[in-house]
């Protein structure tokens, strides 16, 4: 169980520190993986003394942080917040605006042509709101 919260503890500062200062929804993909992988080993036998999924639990902060950036599923987020049984119980606001703002920052570093493409402005658009709402929560739950 130690190993698993230490596994999942580091993969977490790692996504969060400071050096990263770009995340793709690419590399957030494959980042998914190797938790899956993580996963799948905390599921692949039993260990004496813990229930079956007992394990599992040390990635629960990442697994559901992950979904909600790989499903981008900030409506359900943000309508559930503070709801003891919402999806997404575990993401703290300040972690999600944390990633967020690394995926903002490549967007607009990347590629120097996304101010001209629409599709590119509407990501940035929906990424800056998301931003601004994640900020209204965390001022309105920490003052």
């Not at 359900?76 to 990633?99: S, W």
Request: aromatic share 8%.
């Amino acid at each position: 169980m130690s190993a698993c919260k230490h596994l999942a503890t580091s993969l977490m500062q790692l996504l969060l520190e400071a050096e990263v200062r770009q995340l793709t929804l690419g590399a957030l993909q494959q980042f998914n993986l190797d938790v899956r992988e993580c996963e799948q080993f905390a599921r692949s036998g039993p260990v004496p003394g813990f229930q079956e999924d007992t394990l599992q639990l040390a990635f629960i902060d990442l697994r559901q942080l992950l979904d909600l950036f790989i499903q981008w599923d900030w409506s359900t987020y943000l309508a559930d917040y503070g709801q003891p049984n919402c999806k997404y119980l575990r993401v703290n606001p300040v972690t999600a605006l944390t990633l967020l703002e690394k995926m903002k920052d490549t967007s607009r570093k990347n590629n120097m042509f996304a101010q001209f493409r629409k599709n590119e402005r509407d990501k940035q658009k929906l990424i800056d709101t998301v931003a601004k709402q994640l900020r209204g929560l965390i001022s309105s739950h920490h003052s």
